[in-house]
T-cell receptor, first 114, second 114 residues
Framework: AQSVAQPEDQVNVAEGNPLTVKCTYSVSGNPYLFWYVQYPNRGLQFLLKYITGDNLVKGSYGFEAEFNKSQTSFHLKKPSALVSDSALYFC????????????FGAGTRLFVKA | NAGVMQNPRHLVRRRGQEARLRCSPM?????VYWYRQLPEEGLKFMVY????????ESGMPKERFSAEFPKEGPSILRIQQVVRGDSAAYFC????????????FGQGTRLTVV
């Protein structure tokens, strides 16, 4: 079955420190991978995507993600966390089921402490 | 270009009533997806539609739930005879047909069943 996993329910980091939010995937064929962020009582906002090419993808708000094919991972990173980065982060993979649908991980809540 | 529009933002229904949730995709997008998010949980895929066609409804409950995306007008998610367990945030997303593009999300409809 095609799926995406986020092994951490919550990540805590101090402001100014680097952050990593983990994601692993299981798909057949080449994966289309995405990260979204959700702030309280809001919809999801797109952060970045990996389709092909350079394994390090840069996105919105200073976030980046590294695609690792051998480890089937797509971890989200930021060199220096901000308190305003505190939110719910979702990793997602787009799969072909006769058309394309997006499957989401369970989400990881990021807390950045001042 | 307006984003994905969902209405209403908040909907309160008594047990046994019907709930109708509307979603207008972004201009030029022919694919619509519905997701449900329970409190403190991730996004669960419900259904994927193109104009006048259901492509994948593997996440839809077998009873009481239906979805449509007519040739004209918004996509509708319909829940008949609502129960308290239906209380959740329902998100709609849309995308163009290409697989390597991200889906864009609406702000969601928060359904409360009393």
């Amino acid at each position: 079955a095609q799926s995406v996993a986020q092994p951490e329910d919550q990540v805590n980091v101090a402001e100014g420190n680097p952050l990593t939010v983990k994601c692993t995937y299981s798909v057949s064929g080449n994966p289309y991978l995405f990260w979204y962020v959700q702030y309280p009582n809001r919809g999801l906002q797109f952060l970045l995507k990996y389709i092909t090419g350079d394994n390090l993808v840069k996105g919105s708000y200073g976030f980046e993600a590294e695609f690792n094919k051998s480890q089937t991972s797509f971890h989200l990173k930021k060199p220096s966390a901000l308190v305003s980065d505190s939110a719910l982060y979702f990793c997602a993979v787009r799969v072909n089921t006769g058309g394309f649908k997006t499957i989401f991980g369970a989400g990881t809540r990021l807390f950045v402490k001042a | 270009n307006a984003g994905v529009m969902q209405n209403p933002r908040h909907l309160v229904r008594r047990r046994g009533q019907e709930a109708r949730l509307r979603c207008s995709p972004m201009k030029g997008h022919s694919h619509v997806y519905w997701y449900r998010q329970l409190p403190e949980e991730g996004l669960k895929f419900m259904v994927y539609l193109q104009k006048e066609n259901i492509i994948d409804e593997s996440g839809m409950p077998k009873e009481r739930f239906s979805a449509e995306f007519p040739k004209e007008g918004p996509s509708i998610l319909r829940i008949q005879q609502v129960v308290r367990g239906d209380s959740a945030a329902y998100f709609c997303a849309s995308s163009p047909s290409m697989g390597n593009t991200e889906a864009f999300f609406g702000q969601g409809t928060r359904l409360t069943v009393v």
